[in-house]
């Protein structure tokens, strides 16, 4: 028999190998994006007022020997022309060298990798924590009538009110300070990470809350639903299974958006909370001029939100791939 | 008309069975916007009191019929520091604002109207600035031009701009092709004046609640910079340099930081629920 | 061998005496001190750099007292005693130090201690490579170091320099390992090595530090109150910013110490049965916005001490500081050797003085602001804030503005970076700027007072005499107390530098510095060592 040319291909491999091209086009366009960041920085810090070398070596109390400051020049290369040194940069980057931190003294690379991780558990937690309280609020109250809802409404709508860094400072006031059930600072227990992923999982869960809601109200509505109630599920399985994926959908894109508010907010929970991590060091570095730290840690964060948003288009797809491409 | 074409063209089918706040909850914010906005203007009808006035014997006190919302660590009232600070927020959020619309409509029209490459450099454009997280756009800003209440309005704005750089282009595209504008160039109206006249203000409505919930959010902002000191310096009335100042005798005199952060939480609120209301009655127009 | 150990009881009353209030039992003689165990410890800042020889800034000898021993110990009286050196004789000339050195002494990596140690040590933080600001600034005069034999250093010094004993006992000019030095600056400032009680295991930037015992550490100072190795294994040297936080800690038991106690939690902490307080005045210069005196309006004498009488210092301290620091009035604070009590209140508030001062100098006329004015230019100073002031300074300043005004100065407080002040200060472009030196010894009127140190001491432009005063008989009157080892004499000369320094009226000094430990019950034995009130664990033990 001859085989016909039917080409039966499983949906699902296709899925994937759609999936594997949008990725790939998505990488690629986000090193670009990358090496415009570096670019755009590099240019930005250069601009900044006072004498970089003097910043180096020791900032108010240092008083450097002119051997030193020539020193230190040749050591940093500054006494190299503008575009000289834009390519230098440029070129230490691609070797994933990111230069050395003014103020501390030591590789920007391990300072990032030193306090990476703690800025990397906070968002996480705190977006896991933020979609836990999302989920049990609009499931539990979407669709149930006016009352429930309005007071859910009111409570979303509060909650993505809150100011985090206000949020925090209560958070602590109350349970630290007054009640003692959590530490007031610290970086590494897990008691110490509660108080500062609640205070920003609380008004991103109020964001996200409201846009879910919505939607899982419209999707309860329609028809599907309505069959897969009539041939007998539990109210609760026909939320869990059925609506919940395709109203989760809003809610996915609004994530992506939500990382780069998380790091704007883990940089302040940082300071109040006396927490290691990139946000804090961004921070101090900024009011120490230090500014391959700045600049390394700027990229850092890019990278990780392009990279982030990239694998949230990609659940997006995932999830329900008839969506076309998101116009916003 | 042009309203209804256009907003039968943007907005879904929603059904009105959205669930909202009562009208009460949004006169009640409606209410609210309007008094910080008197208080911002008029300051002394709402207080007597110099929000400057150092009274180091009165330091510390808890709130009371003389000083309702307490004193701070130099003895100065805190309600009328509050309310002094109401201009210094609002003037900060509405300019920041207004610095995010400018940046976002010159680029919007850029990429909407100058033809496919252009818009994909916007575009591209765009994708930079959205690399970062709105923060530590600020913070490089501030970083850059030093800190201070100039900086903090253009660090603020810029934050927000790409935000509403792409909803503007997303709506110049979905506008200049309408039936209307093509009436207009036919009627070889000049270009600038069918941008000004019809494809902008067009563009722009359905973003007047995405504006005046962005107010709020430029606020929130100013605030958290302000927050880490490098916003608006002390002794400056503004509430989130009051919030910081207080952070230190959270222990002994919460009422420090507490109200200034309870004024920014009902600002935000109020522009929220305001800009919900709005379009809800945008929506409600249509038949 | 055995040096005898000074007795509790006159100690803590030496310690009243220089302004220190110690709240009762945790003696260590009433109960055992146990081996064993890891203190807590929470300080405020976090150093730039663990080898105190690099810049050094207070953060930097408070940890480094933990595991590097000085020369010589100083007591609370202000007496030199043996350390590292066990005895030393000076040249009757004042230029050479021969010191004799303890035999049975070695560092944590093996290397012993001999004068060749002695000789690395000062020559490192004399070498500008090493950007020593504290230590290098305090041994300018050190020419060199000659090895008699293994045990037996010669130190040469330029001029006469009767306060380098003094110096050499403070932390900052701590012994290091000669082969740890070798190394490169950074690597020494991850891992210094010395001989103390304790040595660095690891550095966890924005976290903490870890220190262990040293458990061949037999060379504990007579200030000291136990010989042989600590009692405590391990230490964690923990930094929270944040003085809220910082005390919440304590108070929940976290730490067991805690540094830089807040004022405003002082009374709460008297108030907690488990808690205990440690308050102790640092030497040195106090806290003070010093004038310039190279432009107008402070190069009149009268304009100066009219400021100084306009200013209500007293009554912010009580309401910024909650009343818990004193007023310094004179130029140096009372726990500083020599200090004489005469001139506390030459700096008290009058007004009335300050308006007949000013009309003196001929300021008599005032703009529509109440501010005076002369020859149509307004009666104003401009104070430098930096960006890491902490508020309560600023609060401080802002009430001391208000009271100025009512006399008619306007005081102007300009905010901005750290850099900006530095580039500012340099440039003498500026009429107060704010500053305070921790230092054992009253040479530090030499440092912030004469001409010699009103040229910038590198290109960066710094100059430690922000004042600018630059008056012969001074300099002279300082270089002649630094002449002579004879403790009258230097009391007398002293004396009179202090007598002219405050007649001067050259600062508005506020209030002194002060190392504030906050205590918790588990924790015994924390005590300060003598010479600059910084911590000391090596007595200390754990009970939990």
Redesign the interface.
Known sequence: MTSTTLAVTDPRRERLAALGRRAGIRLA?GV???W??AT??FF??R????DPV??I?????????????EAARQEFGLDKPLAVQYVLYLGRLLQGDLGMSY????PVTR?LA??GGATFELTVAALVLAWLLVLLLTVVTAGRG?LI??VA??LE??S????H??LG??L??VF??GL?WF?????DSLASLVLPAFSLAIPLAGFIAQVT??SL??TL?QPFVLTARTRGLSDLAVRFKHALRHALLPGVALSGWAI??L???A??CE????R?GIG????QA????DLPL?IGI?LV??AG??LANILVDLLYQWIDPRQQEA?? | MTDLTLGRALTPVRRQRRLSLPPLGASLAILFLLALVLAALLPGLFTRIDPLAIVPREAFQPPSWVHWLGTDQSGRDIFARIIHGARQSLLIGVAATAISMAIAIALGLLGGLGGARVDRAVGWLLEVLFAFPSLVLALLFVAVFGSGVGPLIVATGLGGAPGYARMVRGQVLAVRNAGYIEAARALGHPTSRIVLRQLLPNAMRPLVVTLTMGVGQAIVWASALSFLGLGARPPAPEWGTMLSMGRDFIANAWWLTFFPGLFIVLTTLATTVTGRYIQQRLEGRLP | MNRPILPLIPLCAVLALVGCERAEQHAAQSTQPIHGGTLVYATDREPTCLDPHVAGDMPQVFVAQQYLDSLVSMDSHGQIGPWLASRWEVSADGLRYTFHLRRDVHFTDGTPFNAEAVKANLDHMANPKTQSSTAGGYIRQYRSTKVLDDYTAEVTLATPYAAFLEVLAQGFLGIQSPTALARSRDENCESPVGSGPFKVVRWDRQNQVELVRNPDYNWAPPTAQHQGPAYLARIVWKFIQEPSVRFASLQAGEVDVIEALPPESHEAARRNPDVDLIIAQRPGNPTNGTFNLRRAPFDDIRVREALVRSADVEGALKSVYFGEFPRSGGPLSVATPFYSGDFERSQDYDPARAATLLDEAGWTRRDSEGYRTKGGQRLRAVVLIGARTPPSELTLWEQVQATTRQVGIELVLDQMSDAQVTSRQAAWDYDIRIGYWNTNTPDVLRIIFTSAFVQPAGVGGYHQNSSGYADPGFDALLDSALATQDAELRRQRYHLAQQQAAAQYLQLTTYPQSTRLGIYKTAHGVRLEPSLAVTYLYDAWVNK
């Not at chain 1, 900024?286 to 001029?289: A, E, G, I, K, Y």
């Open positions: 366009g670009l994006v990358l415009a960041v755009l920085t930005a810090l601009l900044m007022p006072g003097l910043a070596l020791g900032g108010t109390t240092g008083n450097p020997s002119p051997e030193a400051i103020s501390q003294h030591l300072v030193e306090q006016r809802g309005g409404s009111l709508t509060v993505a009110s809150l100011p860094f206000w400072v209560v602590l006031a630290a300070f003692r530490p007031p600072a610290g970086s809601r919505e109200e419209l509505e780069g508010a790091i704007s907010g940089v302040v300071v109040i909370f006396s290691k804090r060091q961004l921070y900024v009011q120490l001029q700045v700027s964060v890019a939100y392009v116009a916003a």
